[in-house]
Nanobody, 122 residues
Framework: VQLQASGGGLAQAGGSLRLSCVAS????????MGWFRQAPGKEREFVAA???????YYADSVKGRFTMSRDTAKNTVYLQINSLKPEDTAVYYC?????????????????WGQGTQVTVSS
């Protein structure tokens, strides 16, 4: 089972990025998925999650700017990031939950991708 995240890069504040995470090795259509991020010197933090039925949940810090979605046919989840801020700079990780519902707890996620770097310049 592998999760491959991509789409990160360098962007200016106020700009947008779209992260993708492709799952291979098995289908995750009946599992919740999530995005976490880790900034230098900080702990990994929850960003967004989506259930098997596409119910979403966001951290307060990203609500209204981030949108998570999934394409079950492509076994892919996305994170649309708008109105980027310098404090969004981090490595972003996608993860597959052990459960079908939305969860924000790292230990509820059994599979993790390698991360994609997002750097926002002011």
């Amino acid at each position: 089972v592998q999760l491959q995240a991509s789409g990160g890069g360098l962007a200016q504040a106020g700009g947008s990025l779209r992260l993708s995470c492709v799952a291979s090795g098995r289908t995750f259509s009946d599992h919740g998925m999530g995005w976490f991020r880790q900034a230098p010197g900080k702990e990994r933090e929850f960003v967004a999650a989506i259930s098997w039925s596409a119910t979403t949940y966001y951290a307060d810090s990203v609500k209204g700017r981030f949108t998570m979605s999934r394409d079950t046919a492509k076994n892919t989840v996305y994170l649309q990031i708008n109105s980027l801020k310098p404090e969004d700079t981090a490595v972003y990780y996608c993860a597959a939950s052990k459960y079908s519902t939305v969860t924000t707890l790292p230990f509820d996620f059994g599979s993790w991708g390698q991360g994609t770097q997002v750097t926002v310049s002011s």
